[in-house]
């Protein structure tokens, strides 16, 4: 065989490879569309088209507890949660600047419960955070300070090489999300719970060695605030309004001690339940560890109060271009959470919700 | 930098990648950077601690061999000079002078290189016994050696050079860079195979321009070593390791299913490492030598052992037991035994202690345990009592006329199979007696037992991992077939044409990507060979 037609062969032979990878990679990577749906909604924020002015940015404190669709309804307000399970600080911070790649966000808020880890802590939540992340270094950035000793920057840059072992666990969702496709799962970054189970006692709060925030995280958190001004972003910290996971005292101190070093504002929203009309009896679906739909919506118009007072921003509810697009997702918002109270008032509880989600 | 890391094969792509692009006469350089850098690497905290032991070896032989080459020179000189005017006698104490002199750089050599393979890698095993020996208030503190990687590899290939040079089997190397290359060249440093100088030597440092039949014929076996290593052993370490751990929950017949696992386990490992050593030097047109040669198709022990790690056995062979034979105090012992017990007993004393030795020698070799001083026991008592029950054999097969029958060759292949698998088990158990132990209940409680679904259900592999397991063992079993019968792997066939090559390949990384045991759920061990 002459050099030429080998040169070509090989070069076909090396494309076709590359391309069985790369579809390879599309249907072994996790879908996230049933059952643990938390890794879809970091990516989901690349499709929304709307400009937002308030960015809420941190863990499940953040993704159920604020309804940014209420935001919009009642004071016009355009904002978007990046937020997913467990996101560390340093993952919140990159994805903070992931952000302002595509906009700038008059206001962002950010909730300081990830404060309280200090290192890398979990391969299975470092993806359902990181995988959703378009590349840019900031995604480098977030993986290096995310990996815990067993992951490797390579498995990132190529996913088959993490997900390959699912070949046999592959299922019909694996091939109709292939390309992407289906329903989002948040709704402008707010996942929806519409059922109700009312707070219970707590166990006690362990006593800790030392109550110091880590230096790490606490270097991040300055980062973050060095980030927001140099780009002219207010900064709020904020604690969501549920009391465990625990946030001590002592943490509560350190972060107000670091607000007014800063000149930022900080609000734990568990001191303001109350003022905020929260009854954790009816507002939280999971015994108070994470605000239901109408607790989300209670903190949203409190925010929103807070946040029309204080700021100047646009009521994008006279913004026909804007208002167009929120129109969708309230209409979105209504059907999802019209199908859910169906299926409470149907079956007693949420069955599409869920480990067991049909 | 293990073979199974992403790091590696970056590594390897570079330098496979570095040495055709670079000028011919820099191919060999760029080879010896490369292995350089690799071994520093391979320290855990990145110093240069491996590679002064390395560079100790390299250098003392390179010296010592020069040396040796340089009394022969010189010799042969002074005897060509001298021809007339010296008689026999002078010539015959002459040449002694120079044979001690030779010897005595040699056993020098010997005796620095073994010393640093002894204290660095046996240090902690003989205190260790005789720790257990003493109170424990005068116990000795075990120091804090560091075990060069693949220390057991390279020195018995510094070894064997040594001594062909003094054997005049070999020329010295004069190039002080080109020997250390020899010793250090990064593909086999790790698991061998131990290469001979002169086998080695031609086509390490000879240019070589890319010719894509001889690479792919590399990449091809690199591939087929993944694949053996990631998706079979990868996958059987899992339960192996559950097998030898909880001995309580696997004895009786999961035994046996222990000893069959580990036999495919360190067959597609040690194999499969090999191919991917000597598949990396084969893509740059360097040809090393073959380790194994369908180890499992063994009739006999004897045979067992000349497929399987080939280049130890020769090694032990050429240099230990040979030399131990025809020594004069050996046969010494020959001549007294036979005088004393008989022709037939009095010749086989000397054969005997010679294996001895060797298995006794071998079975160190492995490891600094007693595991693997009673495997390599073991295997001479096997090998002895074949040897001494071979007339008996033969009658049986005479008067039933069984040689030529395939059916009982085949039963020759599985008793072999069985017998070198069940003494391999005393690699697999923490220690000797409990090896007994297990290796007893095996015929004691031949049964999985009453809760024996659950407890093989417990060993953490799925039915899909041993559905994948089963297609693969099947797979290298064909392929193995094929050669034993038309004598040529099967790659031959491959590359003769080039788009059933490229296929091939490809057809090759998707299913070692795929279906791999490796990354994060999966531990990628180190290659079992790595220890020695």
Redesign the interface.
Request: net charge negative.
């Given at each position: 065989?002459k050099k030429g037609k080998?040169i070509i062969?090989?070069a076909a032979?090396f494309i076709?490879?590359l391309i069985?990878?790369w579809l390879?990679t599309l249907l072994f990577m996790p879908k996230y569309r049933r059952g643990i749906v938390e890794g879809a909604m970091i990516a989901e924020y690349y499709e929304d088209r709307k400009p937002h002015e308030v960015i809420f940015i941190g863990d499940c404190e953040v993704y159920e507890n604020i309804s940014t669709v209420e935001l919009y309804r009642e004071y016009g307000i355009s904002s978007y949660i990046r937020g997913s399970a467990q996101q560390l600080i340093w993952q919140s911070y990159y994805l903070l600047e992931d952000t302002l790649r595509y906009e700038t966000p008059k206001v962002v808020f950010f909730n300081v419960l990830s404060l309280k880890y200090n290192e890398p802590q979990n391969?299975a939540y470092n993806r359902m955070t990181l995988d959703g992340m378009r590349w840019s270094s900031s995604k480098w950035n977030a993986v290096q300070a995310s990996m815990t000793p067993?992951?490797?920057m390579?498995?990132y840059l190529f996913p088959?090489?993490?997900y390959?072992?699912r070949?046999?666990e592959l299922t019909s969702d694996d091939i109709r999300y292939m390309f992407g496709g289906g329903e989002n799962v948040t709704i402008d970054g707010y996942y929806m719970r519409c059922d109700v189970k009312p707070q219970a006692g707590f166990p006690k709060a362990p006593v800790l060695a030392d109550y110091r925030l880590g230096e790490n995280a606490m270097n991040y958190l300055s980062m973050m605030a060095d980030l927001c001004e140099e780009h002219g972003v207010t900064l709020i910290l904020m604690k969501a309004p549920t009391e465990y996971p625990y946030w001590y005292d002592e943490w509560d101190r350190q972060v107000r001690e670091f607000a007014q070093e800063r000149g930022l504002e900080y609000f734990n929203y568990v001191d303001l339940r109350d003022e905020a009309g929260i009854d954790m009896s009816t507002d939280t679906y999971d015994s108070g560890l994470h605000l239901n739909v109408f607790g989300a919506e209670k903190l949203a118009d409190y925010i929103g109060a807070y946040l029309s007072a204080g700021f100047d921003l646009t009521d994008y509810r006279n913004d026909p271009a804007v208002s167009s697009m929120w129109e969708e997702d309230c209409e979105a918002y209504d059907l999802l959470m019209q199908r859910q109270l169906s299926e409470i008032e149907e079956y007693g509880e949420l069955v599409s919700f869920g480990a067991n989600a049909i | 930098m293990l073979f199974t890391s992403y790091k590696f094969v970056l590594f390897t792509a570079l330098v496979i990648l570095a040495y055709y692009i670079v000028p011919k006469k820099l191919q060999w350089p760029v080879l010896l950077v490369s292995s350089l850098g690799f071994y520093w690497y391979a320290d855990p905290e990145h110093l240069p601690r491996y590679l002064g032991f390395l560079l100790i070896t390299a250098v003392s032989a390179w010296v010592c061999g020069l040396l040796i080459g340089r009394a022969d020179d010189i010799s042969k000189a002074y005897l060509l000079e001298h021809k007339e005017s010296l008689s026999k006698d002078e010539k015959k104490a002459y040449k002694d002078r120079v044979k001690k002199k030779k010897v005595l750089i040699m056993v020098l050599c010997l005796l620095l290189n073994l010393g640093i393979l002894s204290v660095t890698k046996y240090t902690s095993f003989v205190i260790t016994n005789i720790n257990s020996f003493l109170k424990a208030s005068k116990a000795i503190r075990i120091p804090d050696l560091i075990i060069p990687m693949g220390i057991s590899f390279y020195t018995f290939r510094t070894l064997g050079y040594i001594i062909d040079v003094k054997r005049g089997t070999c020329k010295p190397e004069k190039n002080l860079f080109k020997f250390i290359l020899f010793v250090s060249f990064f593909p086999q440093i790790v698991q061998g195979p131990i290469s001979r100088y002169n086998n080695v030597a031609p086509t390490l440092f000879e240019n070589h321009s890319f010719d894509d039949k001889v690479f792919f014929s590399g990449i091809l076996r690199i591939l087929f070593g993944y694949f053996k290593k990631l998706v079979v052993a990868e996958r059987l370490v899992i339960a192996v390791k559950a097998l030898s751990e909880d001995t309580e929950l696997y004895s009786g017949g999961f035994v046996f299913i222990a000893m069959i696992f580990y036999a495919a386990e360190l067959y597609c490992d040690f194999t499969g490492g090999i191919d991917i050593t000597i598949g990396i030097a084969e893509a740059m047109g360097i040809k090393l030598e073959e380790n194994f040669n369908l180890p499992f198709f063994s009739k006999n022990i004897k045979e067992y052992w000349n497929r399987w790690h080939i280049t130890m056995g020769s090694w032990f062979t050429d240099y230990i037991f040979y030399p131990l034979s025809v020594s004069p105090r050996m046969l010494k012992l020959s001549k007294v035994s036979r005088e004393k017990l008989g022709k037939g007993i009095g010749k086989r004393v000397t054969v005997y202690i010679s294996c001895f030795l060797v298995w006794l020698a071998t079975g160190v070799w492995h490891g600094a345990a007693w595991n693997f001083i009673v495997w390599g026991l073991m295997n001479f008592v096997v090998i002895m009592a074949s040897g001494e029950l071979e007339p008996l054999y033969e009658k049986f097969h005479k008067k039933f006329g069984l040689k030529k029958k395939k059916g009982y060759a085949v039963f020759e292949i599985i008793r072999t199979f069985l017998l070198m698998s069940m003494i391999r088990m005393f690699d697999v158990y923490r220690d000797v007696p409990l090896t007994f132990c297990m290796i007893g209940s095996m015929f004691v409680h031949p049964g999985l037992g009453s809760n024996g679904r659950e407890a093989f259900a417990a060993l953490g592999l799925t039915a899909a991992d041993y559905g994948v397991i089963g297609a693969a063992v099947a797979l290298i079993f064909a392929l193995s077939t094929y050669k034993a019968i038309k004598g040529e792997d099967i790659r031959g066939r491959i590359l003769t044409k080039f788009p059933l090559t490229l296929a091939v390949t490809s057809v090759l990384i998707i299913t070692v990507l795929v279906f791999g045991a490796y990354g994060v759920g999966y531990d990628a061990n180190q290659f079992i060979y790595n220890q020695f």
């Open positions: 065989m080998k062969l090989f032979a076709v490879t069985l990878l390879l391969e067993d992951e490797d390579v498995d088959l090489l993490r390959h072992s070949w046999n | -």
